[in-house]
């Protein structure tokens, strides 16, 4: 008989933000689908701020993209799903500080928040096509991050023009 154990592979962050597109906050906090891969082992908890959130020691074991070495707080880009509007790939900071979840903020996918940060979740790959990946993740972080702008500008680009 084989035992089947299904393994979590996220956790889910409970967070209001606002919705750049709307500009509603989010009513339910935790219907935003903020899933991080930060912990070693995550279980699918809910996290909210001030939460313990001990970080795996390799984080592209989680299928981040690493395009700083990592800092203390850590900057972390996770992607959400506005619960007001539906709008998805929309994107956030995590910011985890001595071990806790300090703080969690909406962001653009933009050169100065690019720069501001450690890691970006693997998400950000679907702003590519899927033949690019193996290429990006292969980059030095610099043409890393100019390459994710440029991907998110075009996006944008489409998404105006319905
Ligand atoms: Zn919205």
């Not at 935790?30 to 001990?54: A, F, W, Y």
């Not at 940060?117 to 100019?146: H, I, K, N, S, Y």
Request: charged share 25%.
């Amino acid at each position: 008989m084989t035992t089947i154990i299904a393994r979590a592979t996220f956790d889910y962050v409970c967070h209001p933000l606002k919705c750049p597109r709307c500009g509603q906050t989010s009513s339910d906090i935790c219907g935003i689908n903020l899933q991080t891969k930060l912990r070693e082992h995550p279980t699918m908890d809910s996290l909210r701020v001030g939460d313990r959130l001990e970080l795996r020691e390799d984080p592209s074991m989680g299928g981040y993209l690493v395009i700083h070495p990592p800092r203390e707080p850590l900057r972390v880009i996770e992607e959400w799903v506005c619960d007001e509007c539906g709008t998805s790939f929309l994107w956030a900071i995590l910011e985890v500080h001595d071990g806790t979840l300090a703080s969690v903020e909406p962001a653009e996918l933009d050169e100065s928040t690019l720069e501001s940060v450690d890691l970006v979740t693997g998400q950000a790959l679907f702003l590519f096509p899927t033949v690019e990946t193996v290429e990006l993740m292969a980059l030095d972080p610099a043409e890393l991050r100019a390459r994710i702008v440029r991907a998110e500008v075009e996006r944008l680009a489409e998404l105006a023009k319905g």
